[in-house]
Protein backbone atom coordinates (compact mmCIF):
# COMPACT_ATOMS: atom_id res chain seq x y z
CA UNK A 1 0.00 0.00 0.00
CA UNK A 2 1.45 3.49 -0.71
CA UNK A 3 1.99 5.35 1.54
CA UNK A 4 -0.35 7.91 3.25
CA UNK A 5 -0.05 12.07 1.90
CA UNK A 6 1.09 14.44 4.28
CA UNK A 7 0.65 17.99 4.42
CA UNK A 8 3.85 18.33 2.67
CA UNK A 9 3.00 16.63 -0.14
CA UNK A 10 0.04 18.98 -0.71
CA UNK A 11 2.32 21.79 0.11
CA UNK A 12 3.80 20.48 -2.62
CA UNK A 13 1.44 19.98 -5.23
CA UNK A 14 0.51 23.37 -4.69
CA UNK A 15 3.36 24.79 -5.11
CA UNK A 16 3.90 22.67 -8.41
CA UNK A 17 0.82 23.89 -9.05
CA UNK A 18 1.27 27.86 -8.65
CA UNK A 19 4.94 27.20 -10.90
CA UNK A 20 2.29 25.81 -13.68
CA UNK A 21 0.17 28.82 -13.43
CA UNK A 22 3.57 31.39 -14.40
CA UNK A 23 2.40 33.43 -17.59
CA UNK A 24 5.20 32.07 -19.76
CA UNK A 25 4.89 28.41 -18.45
CA UNK A 26 1.39 28.98 -19.29
CA UNK A 27 2.38 29.88 -22.91
CA UNK A 28 4.52 27.06 -23.73
CA UNK A 29 1.96 24.39 -21.99
CA UNK A 30 -1.27 26.08 -23.99
CA UNK A 31 1.61 26.20 -27.15
CA UNK A 32 2.77 22.10 -26.56
CA UNK A 33 -0.53 21.04 -26.19
CA UNK A 34 -1.71 22.68 -29.43
CA UNK A 35 1.41 22.11 -31.66
CA UNK A 36 3.66 19.80 -30.40
CA UNK A 37 2.61 16.56 -32.62
CA UNK A 38 6.23 15.22 -33.17
CA UNK A 39 6.24 11.39 -34.59
CA UNK A 40 10.71 11.70 -35.01
CA UNK A 41 13.36 14.28 -33.76
CA UNK A 42 13.26 15.27 -37.28
CA UNK A 43 9.58 15.92 -36.88
CA UNK A 44 10.27 18.05 -33.25
CA UNK A 45 13.39 20.01 -35.18
CA UNK A 46 10.99 21.41 -37.75
CA UNK A 47 8.07 22.83 -34.94
CA UNK A 48 10.54 23.57 -32.75
CA UNK A 49 13.44 24.44 -34.50
CA UNK A 50 17.07 24.92 -32.42
CA UNK A 51 16.75 29.00 -30.85
CA UNK A 52 13.05 29.14 -31.85
CA UNK A 53 10.64 30.78 -29.42
CA UNK A 54 8.74 27.00 -30.41
CA UNK A 55 12.06 25.40 -28.97
CA UNK A 56 12.10 27.15 -25.86
CA UNK A 57 8.32 26.54 -25.13
CA UNK A 58 8.92 22.40 -25.60
CA UNK A 59 12.08 22.09 -23.64
CA UNK A 60 10.35 23.94 -20.91
CA UNK A 61 6.75 21.89 -20.78
CA UNK A 62 9.10 18.60 -20.81
CA UNK A 63 11.76 19.76 -18.09
CA UNK A 64 9.15 21.21 -16.13
CA UNK A 65 7.39 17.80 -16.12
CA UNK A 66 10.48 15.89 -15.83
CA UNK A 67 11.41 17.96 -13.27
CA UNK A 68 7.98 17.38 -10.86
CA UNK A 69 8.15 13.69 -11.68
CA UNK A 70 11.73 13.72 -9.95
CA UNK A 71 9.68 14.46 -6.66
CA UNK A 72 7.79 11.34 -7.50
CA UNK A 73 10.67 9.26 -8.58
CA UNK A 74 12.81 9.80 -6.33
CA UNK A 75 10.03 9.20 -3.14
CA UNK A 76 9.67 12.56 -2.19
CA UNK A 77 6.29 13.47 -3.38
CA UNK A 78 3.51 10.85 -2.67
CA UNK A 79 2.68 9.44 -6.50
CA UNK A 80 -1.14 8.53 -6.01
CA UNK A 81 -1.67 12.43 -5.18
CA UNK A 82 0.62 13.74 -7.96
CA UNK A 83 -1.46 11.27 -10.30
CA UNK A 84 -4.71 12.68 -8.99
CA UNK A 85 -3.98 16.03 -9.28
CA UNK A 86 -1.29 16.26 -12.35
CA UNK A 87 -2.65 14.35 -15.59
CA UNK A 88 -0.78 17.02 -17.89
CA UNK A 89 2.31 15.06 -16.67
CA UNK A 90 0.94 11.54 -18.66
CA UNK A 91 -0.23 13.79 -21.34
CA UNK A 92 3.18 15.28 -22.03
CA UNK A 93 5.33 11.62 -21.71
CA UNK A 94 2.22 10.84 -24.10
CA UNK A 95 3.02 12.87 -26.49
CA UNK A 96 7.19 12.40 -26.30
CA UNK A 97 7.59 9.23 -25.29
CA UNK A 98 8.32 7.52 -28.78
CA UNK A 99 11.10 10.51 -28.87
CA UNK A 100 12.82 9.17 -26.21
CA UNK A 101 15.21 6.42 -27.37
CA UNK A 102 16.46 9.10 -30.24
CA UNK A 103 16.75 11.62 -28.01
CA UNK A 104 18.87 9.21 -25.69
CA UNK A 105 21.16 8.34 -28.51
CA UNK A 106 21.81 12.23 -29.45
CA UNK A 107 22.66 13.04 -26.39
CA UNK A 108 24.60 9.96 -25.22
CA UNK A 109 22.64 9.87 -21.84
CA UNK A 110 20.79 7.05 -20.97
CA UNK A 111 18.43 8.68 -18.72
CA UNK A 112 17.29 11.66 -20.81
CA UNK A 113 13.84 11.92 -19.66
CA UNK A 114 14.22 9.21 -17.12
CA UNK A 115 11.71 10.41 -14.52
CA UNK A 116 9.27 11.26 -16.82
CA UNK A 117 9.40 7.94 -18.14
CA UNK A 118 9.40 6.26 -14.96
CA UNK A 119 6.51 8.21 -13.61
CA UNK A 120 4.44 8.17 -16.61
CA UNK A 121 4.98 4.64 -16.91
CA UNK A 122 3.63 3.98 -13.19
CA UNK A 123 0.38 6.64 -14.48
CA UNK A 124 -0.30 4.12 -17.13
CA UNK A 125 -0.10 0.90 -15.09
CA UNK A 126 -2.51 2.94 -12.44
CA UNK A 127 -4.56 4.06 -15.46
CA UNK A 128 -5.46 0.25 -16.49
CA UNK A 129 -5.51 -0.84 -12.91
CA UNK A 130 -8.97 1.06 -12.84
CA UNK A 131 -10.31 -0.02 -16.33
CA UNK A 132 -8.94 -1.88 -19.33
CA UNK A 133 -10.21 1.11 -21.72
CA UNK A 134 -8.26 4.16 -19.60
CA UNK A 135 -5.50 4.17 -21.36
CA UNK A 136 -6.54 3.36 -25.24
CA UNK A 137 -8.80 6.30 -24.40
CA UNK A 138 -6.20 8.76 -23.12
CA UNK A 139 -3.78 8.14 -25.86
CA UNK A 140 -7.15 8.77 -28.22
CA UNK A 141 -7.56 11.96 -26.76
CA UNK A 142 -3.71 12.90 -26.96
CA UNK A 143 -3.24 11.83 -30.58
CA UNK A 144 -6.86 12.06 -31.75
CA UNK A 145 -6.64 16.04 -31.78
CA UNK A 146 -3.34 15.79 -33.61
CA UNK A 147 -5.00 13.68 -36.28
CA UNK A 148 -8.58 15.19 -36.69
CA UNK A 149 -6.23 18.58 -37.34
CA UNK A 150 -4.03 16.36 -40.16
CA UNK A 151 -7.10 15.21 -41.83
Known sequence: MPNQATYDDANLILRLYE???????RRAREW????????????????????SEENAYMRMVISYWDMAASFVASGILNQELFFRTNGE????WERVRHLAPAMRAMSKNPNYWGNLETVGNAFIKQLEA???????AFQAMVHGAAAARQS
Open 19 to 25: LRREEKL
Open 89 to 92: CLFV
Open 130 to 136: NGPEAYP
Open 32 to 51: FAANFHAATLEDANRIAPQG
